[in-house]
Every structure is written in structure tokens, then in C-alpha cells.
């Protein structure tokens, strides 16, 4: 490819909401550009490393024996229904209706149809197992798309579906999957973490995440330090506390006046106290019948959605209205507490951390004000047929599990893998005949890979202040061939011949024939990141050489000309070298 007539699209300005290293460099260096609110337009350049990506991952799940389908984007509102997923998904879910008044979704990930093909292409138990994936565009109404292409509300997903005969083959179906991500992973060039994640809103009995280490990622990852043990912190377990040692005269209940807002941090101020001396309660709503849940965790700790989600069996709850807690409390917003309240909601949650607690602040259910000398066990029961005493937090600094002290990380989710077991294929009728001629449900899997995030991640874990270093596998050309004076007749023509046997030799070269000064053109080619580029200009030429240089190694090297093509050649296959799987 020449870059003299290619839109190449290299700019100064970083726009202001911008705020990371890969969002920047991908609209600096021409890959992207904003078109809307978390949508964007990719230009050339980061086409190319999507298409490169996206064959990646494609070998892969060939070689995993998957097959790949394409299934529309637009797909029938009835088929979420039959699932209960239109509610599940929420503001998240994009819908429109047609002309006909037809109700239709775009597609967030596409469990519903892909078991409704399954279901019409599978009868026998000897199909089995049957793994169908695609590789298209979905849509989420993100509630706040941000980072570039890291979180936007269209992205490119391939997602693959296992229909399996029983629990060993699913097993069998979702290690290959694993395989397979590990395989991606490492071709791709990209560091990651596997750590057990929460299922959501997929539903299913296990998940593992694939998690990018790195700072400006939105997941946070918790981990022991021997690894035995990594979860994301949706999920991940935490000991419960010790009971502290409880002082042997506390005071009977008093009640103090808190004029404020009510936050935590503001009554603490107020009290003298600190948020580990306060006791939080949030009140929910959950189920069809709108039960009302009270849940106790301590100021300094956050409350945990899906860990509420899965304890209420699989229903997710949501914050009460202002007219509910109202009502329930007899205060505004900021003032609930245990005493005195559990009769008068469905369910009580209580963290371990509450429970032990010797002695706390809480609010009072009265507008503006608290109450001190709480005693957990005294004042509130810590049991009772609706009371439950569990882990519903988030894991924090200084936490455990298993005895062994919890380190945490922050990361980017490139991929997941569900067991979904008959969630979807009974509702939608996904069987087969089993040896015996008896009808059969079949167990599923599913398994997403962000296309988009894995070139994002890729950036943020590799890059320098002058632009991008991408892995040879997914850079958008492998070699740039440059000219430092495009003008030199002498020196055109050995650049075009390089570029033409590494053309020859079938590697993915770029040749920056452009008539601009050697400077623009070296600033571009450090912004675009290519891994080798070969310099022709006058001075070097003189002496019969070209420049030879690695982009993330900051030495250049002078080589004769006439063995250029080779250096680059060697250079090259080094590259790709430390990104191949070894076979076992
Ligand atoms: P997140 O928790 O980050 O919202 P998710 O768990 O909802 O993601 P999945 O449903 O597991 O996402 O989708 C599979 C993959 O699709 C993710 O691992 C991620 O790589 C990618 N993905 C999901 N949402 C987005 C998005 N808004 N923008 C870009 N990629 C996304
Ligand atoms: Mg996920």
C-alpha cells in the first residue's frame, strides 16, 4: 500500500473527552473517528487491525471446530419476551418498532436466535456437540459510553454458542472455548488475566473472564497472591470479619441530630466517627410483586449487586423509589436504620461485617438524624426467618479469603465464557433425540470475545509518548518503507524497490511515498506504530545503506542495501516468533 493517495489521517489535536491513552492514539493516529456519542467511524488504518483481529480470532474457532453463522442484527421484541431478557436488559436494550408495528431489538448478543437456529438444525444426539459462532455488530444504549471503542454503545463481538448432550460435554464444549481465548490472547500479543467472573444477565451456573491488566481498565480484579485465587469483584468471595471484642458497658440507643445531607462521609464528619463505625442501609425492591428488601453494610464497604442478585435466587434487585423508603421509614433518604424497621419490610440482609461490629452509628428513621451505642444482636435481631446474615460486598483493602490476604487490580474485560446449561434451550425449545429415541434438552454454553476492546487493549498496554507499538499480528501493515527526501529520484527508486520484494515476499508493507518533510513523516510513522520501519534517504544512501529500525526498541540500525530485504525479513519472523502457540 502507498500512503501517498491513502487516508491516512494523522492528527495533532486530542479531543477533549479523550481521557485515555488508547482513545487518544486511535484518533490521533487515524484509526477512528467520533461520529456520535460512543459510536465512531473506523478509517482505513484501524480497519485494517479490526480485519486482522477478527481473522485471529476466526483460525481459532474453526480450529476449535466451531462454524461460523451470521444471524441478523435486528431480531423479533417476542423472542426476548419468551426469555423475560427484555426486562432483564433494561435501558440497555435498543429497540424500535417497524412500519408494521412489529416490535424489533438490535441485537445486545444474540443467545434467543442462535438457540432458535439450533433448535431448528439439531434433532439427533450425533450432531452433538455443535458450537455455531458469528462475528458481527452489536448494540448496547450503554448508560455512559466512554474510552473510545472501549465502551461504546456499537461494537463488533464474536460470540459462539455450545449445544451440548449433558454436563461432561459442556464442560468438554467450554475448555475448548477457554483453549481457544487463551489462543486469541497470546496471537493477538495481548497480556491478559483469567479470573471467575459473575454470570449476569446471561444467567447459567459458571463464567470465566478474560481481563486485561491495566490501569485505566473499568473491572476490578481480586486475586491471592499465590493466584489460587481470582475473581472479578463482582464476584469475588470475601472471610467473613472477626466479631470485634464488644467493650462491657455500652450505653442504651441515643438518638442525635445530623442536620445535613446524610451521606456517610458528612454524618461521620459530623459525629466525630469513622465510616467503619457506621451501618448503611439501603432498601430495594425486588420480583414481580415488588418486595421490599433492607440491606446493612458498613460505611466503609460497598454494597454488592450481583452478590444480592444471586442471593435473591437469580432476581435483580433495584434501589426502592423515594415514596417507598418514605414510607417504610417514616424519614427522607439518608436516614434509614435497622432498628425498628425489620417488621416492616419482606427481607433483611445483613453483611458479615455488620454482624460484627461491636458498636455502631445507624441512621435513626427520623429526617436529620442518627443514632449511637447501635449493638448488632441487641437493638436489630441477626436472625429470624426473613433476616440473613451473608456476604453481599464488595471485597476491600484488607480482606481475605481462605485465610489469605486479598490484592487487587484493575483490568479491561476482553472476553467471557458462560455455562448457560437449559436457561435458554428450554424456553426455546433447543432438543434432541437421545440414543434411547427420548427427547432431550440440550445444555448450552456462550462465549463473547470483544473484537474492538482487544485493539483498545492493545494500545493501553503498548505504547510510548510518540504513538502506538503494535503487536506484528495485529499492527495495521507489518513494515513501513519511508523516504527522508521523496524528491531524490535515486532514492525513490530504492525504497520502491525494497517495498516491492518485501511486496513479493507477501508481507504487509506500507510504502510512505508522500512529498512531505522527513519529520512529518517519521512523527506518523512512530504515531501509527508500525513494528519495523526501513528509512531510505540520501545521506545513508550515499554509503550504500538504509536504516533499519524495530519501533519499540530505540536503537535504529544501518545495513547495506542490498541486504535490507533480508534484515527486515529476519527482523520480522523475530517478531511474530514470540506470538506463535506452541503446539503440545
Ligand atoms: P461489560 O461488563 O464491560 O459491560 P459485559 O460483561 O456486559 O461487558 P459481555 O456480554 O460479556 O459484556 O460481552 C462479551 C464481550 O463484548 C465483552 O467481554 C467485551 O469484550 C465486549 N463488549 C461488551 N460491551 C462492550 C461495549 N460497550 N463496547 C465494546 N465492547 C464491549
Ligand atoms: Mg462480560
Redesign the pocket.
Known amino acids: 500500500m502507498k500512503l501517498d493517495k491513502f487516508i491516512l489521517g494523522t492528527v495533532k489535536e486530542v479531543p477533549s473527552d479523550a481521557e485515555i491513552s488508547s482513545h487518544q492514539l486511535m484518533i490521533r493516529a487515524g484509526m477512528i473517528r467520533k461520529v456520535a456519542s460512543g459510536t465512531y467511524a473506523y478509517l482505513p488504518l484501524g480497519l485494517r487491525v479490526i480485519h486482522k483481529i477478527i481473522e485471529i480470532v476466526r483460525q481459532e474457532m474453526d480450529a476449535a471446530g466451531a462454524q461460523e453463522v451470521l444471524l441478523p442484527i435486528v431480531q423479533p421484541m417476542e423472542l426476548w419476551q419468551a426469555t423475560g431478557r427484555d426486562q432483564d436488559y433494561g435501558q440497555t436494550l435498543g429497540y424500535f418498532t417497524d412500519r408494521h408495528g412489529r416490535e424489533n431489538v438490535l441485537s445486545p448478543?444474540a443467545e434467543e436466535v442462535m438457540t432458535v437456529v439450533g433448535a431448528n438444525e439439531i434433532s439427533s444426539y450425533k450432531q452433538l456437540p455443535v458450537n455455531l459462532y458469528q462475528i458481527n455488530t452489536k448494540y448496547?444504549d450503554?448508560f455512559r459510553p466512554r474510552f473510545g471503542?472501549?465502551?461504546?454503545?456499537e461494537?463488533i463481538?464474536k460470540d459462539a454458542y455450545s449445544f451440548d448432550a449433558d454436563e461432561i460435554m459442556l464442560e468438554q464444549s467450554y475448555r475448548n472455548m477457554y483453549n481457544a481465548y487463551c489462543n486469541v490472547f497470546k496471537r493477538c500479543g495481548v497480556e491478559y488475566v483469567i479470573v471467575e467472573a459473575e454470570a449476569?444477565e446471561?444467567g447459567g451456573s459458571g463464567s470465566h473472564q478474560f481481563t486485561v491488566p491495566c490501569e485505566s481498565g473499568?473491572d476490578v480484579i481480586v486475586y491471592t497472591e499465590d493466584l489460587a485465587y481470582a475473581a472479578n469483584i463482582e464476584k469475588a468471595a470475601v472471610d467473613p470479619l472477626s466479631p470485634e471484642a464488644k467493650p462491657a458497658d455500652i450505653q442504651a440507643i441515643t438518638e442525635i441530630h445530623t442536620p445535613g445531607s446524610g451521606a456517610v462521609e458528612s454524618v461521620c464528619a459530623f459525629l466525630k466517627t469513622t465510616p467503619d463505625k457506621m451501618i448503611k442501609c439501603m432498601i430495594y425492591v425486588f420480583g414481580p410483586e415488588n418486595k421490599t428488601l433492607a440491606c446493612l453494610v458498613r460505611g466503609d464497604h460497598e454494597l454488592n449487586p450481583e452478590k444480592l442478585t444471586q442471593a435473591l435466587g437469580g432476581t435483580a434487585p433495584e434501589l426502592a423509589p423515594e415514596d417507598i423508603v418514605e414510607r417504610l421509614t417514616g424519614a427522607k433518604i439518608g436516614y434509614a436504620g435497622p432498628v425498628g424497621l425489620f417488621d416492616k419490610v419482606d427481607r433483611v440482609f445483613i453483611d458479615h461485617g455488620v454482624a460484627a461490629l461491636a458498636v455502631g452509628y445507624a441512621g435513626a428513621n427520623k429526617t436529620e438524624y442518627h443514632i449511637g451505642n447501635v449493638v448488632p444482636g441487641r437493638d436489630f435481631p441477626l436472625a429470624g426467618a426473613d433476616i440473613t446474615v451473608l456476604d453481599i460486598r464488595n471485597a476491600a483493602q484488607g480482606d481475605t479469603w481462605q485465610g489469605k490476604r486479598l490484592l487487587f487490580k484493575r483490568g479491561i474485560?476482553?472476553?467471557?465464557v458462560f455455562k448457560l446449561g437449559d436457561k435458554y434451550s428450554k424456553k426455546l425449545g433447543a432438543e434432541y433425540l437421545d440414543e434411547s429415541g427420548k427427547r432431550q434438552t440440550c445444555l448450552m454454553g456462550c462465549y463473547?470475545?470483544?473484537i474492538?476492546?482487544i485493539m483498545a487493549s492493545a494500545i493501553e498496554l503498548s505504547h510510548d509518548a510518540d504513538g502506538i507499538i503494535w503487536p506484528i499480528s495485529i499492527a495495521p501493515f507489518e513494515v513501513l518503507v519511508t523516504t527522508a527526501n521523496p524528491n531524490d529520484e535515486q532514492v525513490a527508486a530504492a525504497a520502491e524497490k525494497i517495498y516491492q520484494e518485501l511486496l513479493e515476499k507477501d508481507i504487509d508493507v506500507a510504502y510512505d511515498d508522500r512529498n512531505q518533510r522527513a519529520g512529518v513523516k517519521f512523527k506518523d510513522a512512530d504515531l501509527i506504530g508500525i513494528p519495523l520501519r526501513i528509512t531510505v534517504g540520501r545521506k545513508t544512501l550515499d554509503n550504500g545503506q538504509v536504516e533499519i529500525k524495530v519501533r519499540r526498541q530505540s536503537e535504529s540500525q544501518l545495513v547495506d542495501l542490498d541486504m535490507a530485504v533480508d534484515t527486515a525479513l529476519d527482523k520480522i519472523t523475530e517478531l511474530w516468533q514470540e506470538l506463535i502457540i506452541e503446539e503440545d
Open positions: 448478543t448496547r450503554e471503542v472501549l465502551r461504546s454503545r461494537f463481538m449476569g446471561m473499568e474485560e476482553v472476553g467471557q463473547g470475545i470483544g474492538n476492546r
